[in-house]
C-alpha cells in the first residue's frame, strides 16, 4: 500500500500528457494557464508546503537548502526565458526520491542527496524535476484529469500527507478517490518523464555539468532493482523508468562535447551534512567518518573531515575537534562553512567573544550569506544583543524578504527589545509566509490593541489585515 501511495502522490503532483515526440515540445503556456492559473498554482503548492512543514518533514538546515536553492537557480537560468519563483527544500526522508509540487516547489529526499555519486547526478534530478515545472505538466495533468476542483486534488494530496501519521487511514482515503483510473495515468506519465528528461539534459548542459550526470543516476537505479527484490527504490516507483527511457536519455545526452566536469567542495560539504544528520545518534556519525577516514574510503577528504568535525562538535567533543578544525581553515581559510564550525567549537569552550567575532569577520567576507547572517543573528541575541542582530536582519530582509525564518528570528529580537507591536508585525509576516493565514492576523490583531501603537503603524496593521482576510475568504 505505502508503494500505491507513492505512485498517487507522483500522479497528483507531477500530471499526465497525451505522447508527444520529444523534438517538438510545444510551448504551453498560455493555453495551460488558461486551465490552471499561475495564483491557482501557487497557492495549491503553499498549502500542499503548510502540511509538510507541520508534519515537520521538511529539513531546517539552512546551509542545505542554500546550496540546493543555488544549484536549482544555476539550472533555471539557462532558459533564457522569464521565470517565475522556485523553492527548492529537502525533506528528511532517507528514502531515494525528488518530486515537484504546484508552483515551483521541488523537493529532494535526503536519501537520494546520499545516494548521488556526483554533484552532475544531484543536479540531473533537479533539472528533471524542473523540466516537470517548466513543460507545465501541473496545469495539463488538471486539464487531463477533467477539470477537477482545485478543492478535491487539495484534498487527495491531504489524504497522501496523512500517510506520513497513519498509512492506513490514508490507504482508504486514497482507495475511495482513486476509482479504477489508475492504469490510465500510469500510460501518460511513461511520456511525461520523457519530456521532463529531455528539456533537463539541456539546462544541464547549459549550466555546465556533465549531461550525462541524468542518465547516469537513472542507470544506477535501475541496475540497483536487481538488488532490492520488492523494496523498488521510491525514485523508480515515482518516476518510472523504462529502457526505452533510458537509451533516449542515454542518446540525448551523449549528443553533447564530453567534458570532465569535476565536483565543487560545497556539494561534498552538503553531503557530510546531511550524512551527519542522518544518524540516530551523533556518536554513529563519529563512528561512520572515523573509518571512512582510517580506510581512505572516500572521494573528497576534506568534506568526510568537515563531517567527522561537526559529528564531533554534536556529540559535544569540542577539543577533539579542534585539531581537525584547524586543518580544514588551513586548507580553505575563507569556507564560511569551516568559519562556523570553529565558531561552534568556540562557544561550546566559553570563548563566546572570539567566537562572535570569528562570525562577525567571516560575514564582512560574506554579507549575503543567509544562513550565516542567521546564525550568527541567532547567537546576538542569545547573548542580549538584539539591536544589533535586528540591524543585521532588517538588512538580509530587504535582500531575501521571503525567507519565513529571518522574520521569526527578527520577531524574538524585537521581543527582546520590547518592542511588541514590531514583534507582532513581525511574527504576522513569518506566519503569513508559512501559509498560517489565521495565525498572521491574530497577531495583526494582538498588534491593534496595544495602546502605544501610533496612528501610521494602526494604518499598516489595517492593511495587512485586509489582505489577509481577503486570502482568508478565498
Not at 503548492?45 to 540546493?68: C, F, P, T, W
Not at 525514485?235 to 529502457?243: A, I, Q, S
Not at 498572521?440 to 501610533?454: C, E, F, G, I, P
Amino acid at each position: 500500500m505505502r508503494k500505491l501511495l507513492i505512485f498517487v502522490i507522483f500522479f497528483l503532483i507531477l500530471g499526465f500528457i497525451c505522447p508527444l515526440k520529444a523534438a517538438e515540445l510545444p510551448d504551453l503556456g498560455n493555453s495551460s494557464s488558461a486551465v490552471l492559473t499561475p495564483v491557482q498554482e501557487s497557492e495549491l503548492g503553499r498549502s500542499i508546503m503548510k502540511e509538510l512543514q507541520r508534519a515537520q518533514a521538511i529539513s531546517d538546515d539552512a546551509y542545505v537548502s542554500e546550496y540546493l536553492q543555488g544549484l536549482g537557480y544555476r539550472l533555471i537560468a539557462t532558459q533564457g526565458q522569464a521565470q517565475s519563483d522556485y523553492q527548492f527544500f529537502v525533506v528528511k526522508d532517507r528514502s531515494i526520491n525528488a518530486f515537484a509540487l504546484p508552483g515551483g516547489f521541488i523537493g529532494v529526499n535526503v536519501g537520494l542527496i546520499l545516494a548521488t555519486d556526483s554533484e552532475s547526478e544531484l543536479a540531473g534530478v533537479l533539472a528533471h524535476e524542473i523540466g516537470h515545472v517548466q513543460q507545465k505538466h501541473i496545469a495539463r495533468m488538471y486539464e487531463h484529469m477533467g477539470r477537477l476542483r482545485l478543492s478535491t486534488i487539495a484534498g487527495m494530496i491531504a489524504a497522501v500527507v496523512l500517510a506520513t501519521q497513519n498509512a492506513q487511514a490514508a490507504s482508504g482515503a486514497m482507495a475511495a478517490t482513486l476509482a479504477g483510473s489508475q492504469q490510465a495515468l500510469i500510460n501518460f506519465t511513461r511520456e511525461h518523464e520523457k519530456e521532463a528528461d529531455y528539456v533537463g539534459i539541456q539546462a544541464l548542459t547549459k549550466a555546465g555539468f556533465d549531461p550525462m550526470g541524468m542518465p547516469s543516476f537513472f542507470h544506477r537505479m535501475y541496475q540497483d532493482t536487481r538488488f532490492y527484490g520488492n523494496h523498488t527504490p521510491d525514485y523508480l516507483l515515482t518516476h518510472p523508468l523504462t529502457e526505452s527511457r533510458l537509451m533516449a536519455a542515454q542518446t540525448r545526452a551523449k549528443s553533447f562535447p564530453y567534458k570532465q566536469i569535476p565536483d565543487s567542495l560545497q556539494y561534498h560539504l552538503m553531503q557530510a551534512r546531511v550524512t551527519v544528520n542522518s544518524f540516530s545518534s551523533a556518536q554513529e556519525a563519529t563512528n561512520y567518518f572515523a573509518k571512512k577516514l582510517q580506510r581512505g574510503n572516500y572521494r573528497s577528504r576534506t568534506g568526510t573531515l568537515y563531517g567527522y568535525t561537526l559529528a564531533l562538535l554534536e556529540e559535544g567533543k569540542a577539543a577533539q575537534a579542534k585539531p581537525y578544525l584547524d586543518e580544514l581553515l588551513e586548507t580553505s581559510p575563507n569556507q564560511p562553512l569551516f568559519q562556523l564550525a570553529y565558531a561552534q567549537m568556540e562557544m561550546m569552550t566559553e570563548q563566546r567573544q572570539q567566537a562572535l567575532s570569528r562570525l562577525a569577520n567571516t560575514l564582512q567576507n560574506h554579507p549575503n550569506n543567509y544562513p550565516l547572517t542567521f546564525t550568527y543573528c541567532e547567537w546576538l541575541i542569545k547573548n542580549g544583543d538584539a539591536t544589533k542582530a535586528a540591524r543585521l536582519l532588517q538588512q538580509q530582509i530587504l535582500r531575501k524578504p521571503i525567507r519565513p525564518p529571518l522574520w521569526n528570528l527578527l520577531s524574538a529580537a524585537y521581543s527582546q527589545l520590547h518592542q511588541p507591536i514590531q514583534s507582532h508585525l513581525a511574527q504576522a509576516q513569518f506566519l503569513k509566509l508559512k501559509g498560517d493565514y489565521t495565525g498572521a492576523a491574530t497577531q495583526l490583531r494582538l498588534a491593534k490593541k496595544l495602546s502605544s501603537a501610533s496612528p501610521q503603524e494602526q494604518r499598516q496593521i489595517d492593511a495587512e489585515l485586509k489582505e489577509i482576510q481577503s486570502k482568508l475568504s478565498t
